[in-house]
């Protein structure tokens, strides 16, 4: 019988020091941005601070301390802001695809019209020095920021259409990587979910055959503190 030897749901793991570096509105933390397929969990194991969340249903913030568990679903953008040495234990769906892609950032619009203009606002200097990745870093991040109160506002202000716009440019931006997409989730959590219907099915019929095969992985981060979208990440290849 086959087996599923990913992560438990084809979730994967990562640690994450948030950004302290301030923003234009006198807060400190993360860059604006939702994803398109993949939902996202928080589990804060150290600091304190918060997530703004901004969807179709209005702006909320939620408060973060050691302990809390958060989680939202595609379409929800979020920033994370840090009260104090906020770190989290970041739970994403479909193998990670949230930092391999499905994510974009809350631009101003005239970034977001040009998938050329918007790439160029939003990569790091792959073989840049520590320094420049991180202007670069909070480049972008500032460039998000200004977007996110942008759309903050109009929301607040009863206007939808900026929000619904923002919701089309991203949705333009990511179609063309979506059969690349697609076979990630094939392999992850799709296969996740076919391994278990067989499971139960051997269950149904009173076969344990299949725990003979059970096996148990170990791992460390594969990478350490890369700069990820709201902060320094630990990741893992699982």
Not at 9 to 36: E, F, I, K, N, Q
């Amino acid at each position: 019988m086959p087996t599923f030897e990913g992560l438990p749901g084809a979730v994967a793991v990562s640690h994450l020091r948030v950004y302290d570096w301030p923003t234009a509105d006198g807060l400190r933390g993360g860059t604006p941005h939702l994803h398109l397929t993949c939902s996202e969990g928080y589990v804060v194991v150290g600091g304190t601070g918060s997530v703004q969340t901004l969807t179709a249903s209005g702006f909320r913030q939620t408060p973060l301390e050691p302990g809390a568990l958060v989680w939202f679903t595609p379409g929800t953008i979020h920033r994370l802001v840090n009260g104090g040495g906020l770190r989290i234990v970041v739970l994403m769906e479909n193998s990670g695809l949230p930092e391999a892609g499905d994510a974009v950032l809350t631009l101003p619009p005239d970034r977001l019209a040009d998938p050329d203009a918007y790439r160029a606002a939003v990569a790091l200097p792959a073989d840049g020095s520590e320094a420049e990745q991180e202007r670069a870093a909070r480049a972008r991040r500032d460039l998000a920021v200004e977007g996110f109160l942008a759309l903050r506002r109009a929301t607040e202000a009863g206007d939808p259409e900026p929000l619904a716009a923002f919701h089309r440019a991203a949705a333009a931006l990511v179609r063309p990587r979506a059969e690349d997409w697609r076979e990630r989730w094939r392999r992850g959590a799709a296969a996740a979910s076919e391994v278990t219907g067989e499971q139960l099915d051997a269950v149904a019929r009173g076969d344990g055959g299949y725990l003979a095969d059970a096996c148990v992985h170990s791992e460390q981060p594969s990478a350490y503190g890369k700069f990820g979208m709201c902060g320094r990440l630990d990741v893992y290849r699982g």
